[in-house]
């Protein structure tokens, strides 16, 4: 990593990372972006295993994707969570996460779109701090 | 691609499921396969849409539909007039409160604006181990302006007009800390970030600091250069080992990018911060205890005046402020005081995270404006209570809190508003109580914890909340009196007005809050020797009712203790002097001839 | 200075700008109880822990009760310190505190002087309700040469913690455990014995409460008194009577010599003699020590150790072996009085009246606590039988007086006996912080100079600043002395003598804030410090009425030395009078 020196550097560093260089955040690539809530209360579920799965099950099936961890999303009640976005639509959340029904997320939302049950409607705003 | 044109979301979460959701799921398949559309529709279980006042919920997407209160019947009427003839099914659609207008849209419904992640605006968007993912979220955005674009009293005023108070529990001005903070000249002032969230039920400082850790380290930074401090220390406790973890991938990473260190984006300015780990005491998350704690001595608190502002951290001038306090920060400085102070009700500004638990459906996270309603939190975002059970009360603010009832249901939630109704907001815990909890036994259990987590200094606390849970324990088993709830108010009162630091001026809140509340309660159990929510075994007697006993002697054989006697086919007894009331015969028996008094 | 003006009880006073509440009502007269506020004004100790929540009071614009001992005055502050919701307050704090302690007063060693008493009675009360069912937190006691720690009776005033960590910086005790289970304790909850405590008995002489107290050996005295074959002889240190009278009713600073002296005759000592003696026989041996030192310094020996250090203080000499062993070789290797008393009193006496040390007991009258450590000592003994048998305290000896019923007040004086029992002025100053040393002046002078001293008081070397120094000048030689009482003040100067920039040619160190005068043994101060200004007085005036007032001009002295000694630092002096100290440097053993 590079230093930042200033406030020029921090744009340009941001620019690039929301062109979607080395980061995923506003990707606009063909890849299927999985992310796993890894929270305490999420791991204490199971959610290593899920994020292996996926990590491993995506690349065996030659599908492209990015799997990554974030924090907590909220849903204790419904852990292991994640989110799927498929490009160009908007992410799903999945709650009750276990190996079986990762599998059919793969099988059937990720193959062909087909929505499998454990969907969490997203219930909140949140603000966006590009002003 | 899928095969699918269109979805129906039906809401599976617990409230709507005992709506029937199932049944709708059904004649929904029904009314598809007898129209020939399996192929081309399908239909899915979803989780709480966090609307069940209004539930069943049906959504249909792609064309963004909600429709509310669905009762399985509706399944044709869906699918003949909207899937098919693609006409919104009016009388299923949500009336909008003001205009009485059909709405179908849910981005135009209120209930989908009831929570507003500022705090939480990164998390579980973005991995917490990489800087880069919060940097393109506009991190460090706010760092960057504030050091190259605003003095520190700039900066302060900005944070004291946002109307922004700590999120610790105090809910004491922000800004005005800081101000009082930057006034006290010294060489060496310190930025502490209190991260020893303590209450049981909370876990909204550990969630920030898992998800999105950043927002603390920038805040942090922001803090120091306002009040002239360049150091920093995050005081966590160990049971926090993922978000120890992650707070030291993040030192790390802003390091290695210079945005903590010497010489910050190039401007002068120098900060760096370091972890402190607690041992895990509750008292800890005191300001002053908390200090006392980092500087190895004795989690104690000490008398305030002096406050940390003017000797803290060894002696020097220090700020602390707690972790969803700071993590708003970059956000207000973005956005600014305005924005900010135009979201929550009239002291109180902005939005709270709140952890909810207890006996509710969606136990979880949730962060909403100030001045949303118990009711919305409870009965719309948390799904109502478990099992169809009725709503009984609230405790917030922790065991530091008090109980609220059906009654305060619609205050709209702030620090003041809280106060006022005879709880605190305190850091956020929220814990739903159902007709089945016992408010005498929950008292207990709330001063359980403080016993064990008073430090022992004063004597109120010490010994006081002690006496208190003592004779809690007496009324539970009926060894009240009527003269013992007056001691227990007054024992409660004293400790509020005589002890020495927020631990032990609150403890007794939940026994205060529950006796205003819930006094017959309170009654029933001294005075009639019963526990109305059948919770305490002292008072229960399991009586046989002779109408329905057969006397098939399934109960006397299963009965641990020999408690049960009576002939075959005879009406059977159960002698209370043995009973343990272990509630074994109840469940035995298949006549509903053993109930309890 | 700037003032505030603020009311109490309706009464307006001004006073300076950070002065508490407490102190603000205390010059208007108005007395705030309190159970754990302390403070030793002319020693600059305070112990304000806002613990104990009986001093509240109603503070305008505060929602809670303020605690007056620690909270700070403020311009135009409206203070009621006996309303109704105070008093309540006060009586409900009062029973949760008696609740969670013990209701033995019959027979607890602190019945009548105990503050917690005194507050229940103050405050009016008679009942505790809810005692039936209420636990009562309990702890292993602790029995140590010294101190019993009984901590059922602690009540976390922290008095005893702040002695022990902030004014002797020992810090053997401090508190452990959360919630109703705190309680003050060494480390692990161990016995002090394996702790660094030094028996100064300062915790003991602040604890409010029954909590902290001295082991009591008046019924093994009486028994040897008891016992026909024995011979018992008492030996009193100058501290005591100035201060034994207090325990029945005398103005503190009242001489009690020759009724302390009545009274231990009455009570069937066989000989009444005077720790004083040996006082002036310590001046003898250290001064001379000194002095040898002093000339090989001068000569530019490097063997010479300087600065000498006084080694009369128990608490002080076991103070040095825990924290600073490699400075073992600097102090005086001359016996504490108590000790060189012993060993003359078993050899040089026994042989006069005829009697086998082993049928003579010695009793001291100390008021310390450390000397009852310091005479069970294995070096203090020949053959198992110790050189000093029983050491009690002043307070231990007013109780016995009682027991006896012996009207102190109306005893005549009486001498003490010969030869054991005469002393100069010297030896009664040892009593107070800062006398030992200008005991040893007066000595040492004229020894130096072969002078007469024309000034014997050296007034430069009196007074209550923890860390005092004075030059001397001994005929064109410019001796310079520190003083240090309160082992934190000694670390002090340990520091810089370790650090080898002490510039000090002597030190003189006690234990206790005060001196002897203020030991863990004497009557309690109850947090007046104004009595230990008393009793110091009082042992400057005893000094002044002496006919002699040098040590080496008392005659018992000089006929003890041609008798039996020979002269000061002899061999057979070194072989009685002198002994050599031990690293005793604490590891941390966890003894279960």
New interface residues.
């Given amino acids: 990593m590079s230093k930042i020196n200033s406030i020029a550097d921090l744009k340009k560093k941001r620019d690039e990372l929301q062109g979607g260089l080395g980061s995923r955040v506003n990707d606009t690539s063909n890849a299927v972006h999985v992310k796993v809530a890894m929270a305490t209360c999420g791991i204490a579920s199971g959610a290593k295993n899920v994020m292996e799965f996926f990590s491993e099950q995506l690349e065996r099936r030659n599908i492209a994707a990015v799997v990554t961890q974030t924090g907590c999303m909220g849903y204790c009640y419904a852990e292991p969570t994640i989110e799927v976005k498929l490009p160009g639509q908007d992410p799903v959340v999945f709650g009750f996460v276990d190996l079986k029904r990762a599998d059919q997320i793969i099988e059937k939302y990720v193959k062909t779109g087909e929505l499998v049950d454990g969907i969490i409607p997203v219930n909140y705003q949140t603000i966006d701090l590009n002003v | 691609m899928s095969k699918y044109s269109t979805h129906l979301l039906v809401c599976g979460g617990t409230s709507c499921h005992s709506s029937e959701s199932d049944a709708i799921v059904c004649n929904l398949r029904d009314e598809l396969e007898a129209k020939g559309l399996m192929d081309s529709v399908q239909v899915i279980l979803t989780g709480c849409f966090g609307f069940c006042e209004k539930g069943p919920i049906v959504k249909v997407m792609p064309d963004n539909t909600v429709y509310v209160q669905v009762k399985p019947e509706d399944a044709q009427a869906i699918v003949e007039e909207h899937i098919i003839k693609g006409r919104k099914v009016t009388r299923l659609l949500l009336k909008d409160p003001v205009s009485k207008e059909p709405v179908s849209d849910p981005n135009k419904m209120d209930f989908f604006k009831k929570q507003l992640r500022i705090v939480l605006r990164n998390c579980g968007f973005i991995n917490p181990e990489n800087i880069d993912e919060y940097i393109a979220r506009e991190g460090y955005k706010a760092l960057g302006k504030v050091l190259t674009e605003m003095t520190s009293e700039q900066v302060i005023k900005e944070v004291k007009d946002s109307g922004q108070r700590g999120r610790g529990g105090a809910g004491f001005s922000t800004g005005l800390k800081w101000e009082l903070a930057r006034k006290n000249q010294s060489d060496e002032k310190y930025v502490v970030c209190n991260a020893d969230e303590g209450d049981p039920g909370a876990f909204m400082d550990r969630s920030v600091l898992e998800g999105d850790p950043h927002s603390v380290l920038e805040a942090m930074v922001i803090c120091g250069y306002s009040i002239g401090a360049s150091n920093g220390l995050i005081y966590i406790r160990a049971e926090y080992p993922l978000a120890i973890e992650r707070l030291k991938i993040a030192i790390k990473q802003a390091r290695e990018y210079g945005l903590l260190g010497k010489n910050i984006l190039g401007t002068g300015f120098n900060f760096d911060i370091t972890l402190r780990y607690g041992a895990g005491?509750f008292v800890c998350g005191e300001e002053t205890a908390l200090i006392h704690s980092m500087e190895g001595l004795?989690g104690?608190p000490?008398?305030k005046?002096p406050f940390p502002a003017e000797s803290g951290y060894r002696n020097h001038p220090t700020n602390v402020n707690n972790v969803e306090t700071f993590a708003a920060i970059p956000a207000i400085i973005l956005k600014g005081a305005k924005w900010f102070s135009s979201i929550g009700t009239g002291k109180s500004k902005g939005t709270k995270v709140f952890a909810l638990a207890g006996k509710i459906n969606n136990v979880g996270l949730i962060e909403v404006p100030m001045g949303t309603t118990l009711r919305e939190v409870i009965f719309e975002i948390g799904g109502g209570i478990r099992n169809g059970k009725k709503f009984k009360g609230i405790q917030t603010g922790g065991p530091s809190g008090g109980c609220l009832s059906e009654k305060h249901l619609d205050i709209p939630i702030d620090f003041d508003n809280l106060i006022a109704a005879g709880s605190i907001m305190g850091s956020g815990a929220m814990i739903i109580l159902d007709e089945d909890d016992c408010m005498v036994s929950m008292a207990k259990f709330f001063l359980q914890f403080t016993?064990?987590?008073?430090?022992?200094?004063?004597?109120?606390?010490?010994?006081?909340?002690?006496?208190l849970h003592?004779?809690l324990g007496?009324i539970c088993e009926g060894?009240g009196s009527i003269e013992d709830l007056d001691?227990l108010r007054?024992?409660s009162v004293?400790i509020?007005?005589?002890?020495?630091c927020g631990l032990g001026?609150t403890s007794p809140n939940p026994v205060l809050s529950m006796m205003d509340n819930y006094y017959d309660e309170y009654v029933a159990h001294v005075k009639d020797k019963k526990c109305p929510a059948g919770q305490c075994k002292s008072l229960m007697e399991y009586v046989v009712n002779p109408e329905n006993c057969v006397g098939c002697t399934a109960c006397a054989r299963v009965c641990p203790v020999n408690a049960i006697s009576g002939e075959r086919k005879e009406v059977h007894h159960i002698d209370p002097s043995i009973c343990i009331k272990c509630g074994a015969c109840m469940e035995k028996c298949k006549f509903d001839a053993i109930f309890i008094r | 200075m700037e003032t505030i003006k603020l009311t109490i009880d309706n009464k307006e006073i001004d006073v300076p700008k950070g002065t508490t509440i407490y102190k603000a009502a205390k010059e208007l007269g108005i007395d705030i109880p309190t159970l754990c506020y302390m403070e030793l004004h002319d020693m600059n100790i305070e112990n304000k822990?806002?613990?104990?929540?009986?001093c509240?009071a109603e503070v305008s614009g505060r929602r809670?009760?303020a605690?007056t001992c620690?909270?700070?005055c403020e311009p135009g502050m409206v203070v009621k310190t006996h309303t109704p919701?105070v008093l309540?307050?006060r009586r409900?704090?009062m029973e949760?505190?008696l609740?969670?302690h013990p209701k033995d007063c019959l027979v607890c060693s602190k019945s009548g002087t105990c503050e917690l008493q005194a507050m229940a009675h103050r405050l009016g009360i008679k009942d505790i309700?809810?005692a039936e069912?209420?636990?009562v937190s309990t702890y292993r006691k602790d029995t140590s040469p010294s101190i019993i720690r009984d901590l059922d009776k602690c009540?976390?005033c922290r008095r005893c913690e702040m002695m022990c960590n902030e004014v002797q910086t020992v810090g053997a005790i401090?508190?452990v455990?959360?919630?109703?289970?705190?309680?003050v304790a060494p480390a692990f909850e161990q016995n002090l014995e394996y702790s660094t405590c030094t028996y100064c008995g300062q915790c003991v002489s602040v604890c409010p409460t029954g909590a902290l107290t001295e082991v009591n050996h008046v019924p093994q005295v009486l028994r040897a008194l008891v016992d026909p074959t024995k011979t018992v002889v008492v030996q009193t240190a100058p501290a005591v009577r100035a201060a034994l009278g207090e325990e029945f009713g005398l103005a503190p600073g009242t001489l009690v010599t020759g009724k302390m002296t009545a009274a231990l005759r009455a009570l069937g000592f066989d000989y009444v003699f005077d720790t004083d003696f040996a006082a002036d026989l310590t001046i003898m041996e250290e001064g001379t020590e000194l002095l040898d030192r002093l000339s090989r310094h001068l000569k530019g020996d490097k063997t010479a150790k300087m600065p000498i250090l006084t080694s009369c203080c128990p608490g002080w000499v076991n103070f040095f072996e825990e924290y600073f062993p490699d400075l073992k070789d600097v102090p005086s290797t001359a016996k504490s009085p108590q000790q060189m008393f012993g060993a003359i009193a078993k050899t040089y006496f026994a042989d006069k009246i005829g009697i086998n040390r082993k049928d003579m007991v010695v009793v001291s009258i100390m008021p310390c606590l450390a000397k009852k450590y310091e005479c069970q000592r294995n070096e203090f003994s020949v053959d198992g039988n110790p050189d000093v048998d029983f050491s009690i305290s002043t307070r231990e000896l007013a109780s016995f007086i009682k027991q006896a019923n012996i009207d102190l007040n109306t005893l005549h004086d009486e001498d003490f006996d010969a030869p054991l029992g005469e002393s100069t002025g010297a030896g009664v100053i040892f009593g107070t912080t800062g006398g030992v040393i200008e005991a040893a002046c007066r000595t040492a002078y004229e020894l130096y100079t072969g002078k007469k001293l024309k000034r014997l008081e050296f007034t430069e070397l009196r007074g209550m600043e923890g860390v005092r120094s004075a030059t001397i000048d001994f005929d064109g030689l410019p001796l310079n002395i520190g003083i240090a009482h309160g082992l934190g003040n000694a670390r002090k100067l340990l520091d810089d003598v370790r650090a080898g920039k002490s510039q000090f040619h002597a030190i003189e160190v006690m234990a206790c804030p005060g001196g002897c005068i203020g030991g863990g043994g004497q009557p309690l101060h109850h947090g007046n410090s104004e009595i230990i200004m008393a009793r110091a007085a009082a042992i400057y005036t005893e000094d002044r009425k002496k006919p002699l007032r040098k040590s080496h001009e008392n005659p018992f002295i000089i006929k003890l030395y041609n008798e039996f000694l020979g002269k000061p630092g002899s061999e057979k002096a070194h072989h009685l009078l002198h002994t050599h100290y031990f690293d005793k440097k604490k590891k941390i053993i966890i003894k279960k």
């Fill in positions: 005491a004795r104690e000490t008398v005046p016993v064990e987590e008073s430090c022992g200094k004063c004597a109120p606390c010490r010994i006081g909340n002690k006496r003592e004779l007496q060894k001691r007054n024992m004293v509020k007005d005589t002890a020495l001026q | 822990p806002a613990g104990c929540r009986i509240v809670t009760l605690p620690s909270t700070k919701r309540n307050a409900t704090v949760f505190i609740s969670d309700p809810g069912y209420a636990a009540i976390m401090s508190a455990n959360r919630g109703f289970m705190a309680t």
